[in-house]
């Protein structure tokens, strides 16, 4: 396992905001849309890459800057000679366990905050796991929840967009509060709507029961709405299960593919066939 401390925040580049855009209600939780643009040549960064902030911040621990990762959300584009990387952020907090008070995300504050023609500092590019496999017939299981949507809007965009001739089957599990939350899967800003026409992809999404009640995602009752499907591609040895989202719903999940599997035993024998041979890769926060 990488953590942050490990990377390497040496290298720096220069990012200016060109755009900002709210995506989620007023009363919602609140994740933007921000594109960045990196002047320097140097900085390259593809679809299975993520890249870093860095904020100034002084900490108890005595650390100088805030580090964060994010997934680009759409292919990163060059225009003379400049890269343009989109992100999602969403805005942040937490309870202090021991006061109780209400703590603002350092870095989800800092970009949400920001304007357009602000500059920034990143890091990187860092490796993703998901990989675009080089088997055109190799099928896809990708579950994302909230922002984990990021890297695989613009994974599905690279397939269809680059790749080409994908042959085998593409399945996207997204996880929202309410459906004004589902990025890029509703009407306003649902641009991955736009592959339902591939015979090779389908998207499925799963809102929270009582969203203002905290209520987690019903991501695995959707997983286990397609259990037939499901269990048929996890039959074949070319099938790839990449995750993207909250540490709360792993459990979930796991239940889901044991009562898809019909045992936590054929469950856990067919994961670790996956993970042995590369095909299973996950990132949770």
């Not at 592959?195 to 695995?220: G, K």
């Amino acid at each position: 396992m990488t953590y942050l401390s490990d990377l390497n925040t040496k290298t720096q580049y220069k990012a200016k905001v060109r755009k900002t855009k709210r995506l989620t209600p007023a009363n919602t939780e609140e994740i933007r849309e921000i594109m960045l643009e990196v002047e320097d040549p140097e900085f390259r960064c593809q679809v299975d890459q993520s890249f870093g902030v860095l904020v100034k911040h002084d900490s108890e621990f005595g650390n100088e800057y805030h580090h964060r990762l994010y997934s680009v959300a759409d292919i990163p584009s060059k225009e003379n000679g400049k890269t343009q990387l989109t992100m999602l952020v969403k805005r942040c907090s937490y309870v202090d366990d021991f006061n109780g008070e209400l703590y603002q995300g350092v870095g989800s504050s800092y970009l949400c905050d920001r304007e357009v023609g602000d500059v920034i500092t990143v890091t990187g590019p860092f490796e993703l796991p998901f990989k675009i496999p080089e088997d055109r017939n190799a099928n896809l299981i990708l579950i994302g929840m909230g922002t984990g949507i990021a890297p695989f809007r613009a994974f599905v965009k690279h397939i269809y967009a680059d790749v080409k001739d994908w042959k085998g089957k593409i399945r996207l599990f997204y996880g929202a509060k309410s459906g004004l939350e589902l990025l890029y899967l509703n009407d306003k800003d649902g641009d991955l709507t736009s592959y339902y026409d591939e015979a090779t992809f389908e998207a499925f999404h799963a809102l929270s029961p009582r969203p203002h009640w905290q209520d987690p995602i019903s991501l695995d009752a959707a997983i286990e709405e397609r259990a037939e499907e499901v269990l048929e591609m996890l039959s074949f040895s070319n099938t790839y299960i990449y995750i993207a989202g909250y540490e709360k719903v792993k459990e979930n999940l796991n239940k889901a593919f044991i009562n898809i599997m019909g045992s936590k035993e054929k469950w856990e024998n067919r994961k670790a066939e996956l993970i042995a041979g590369k095909k299973w890769a996950e990132v949770i926060y």
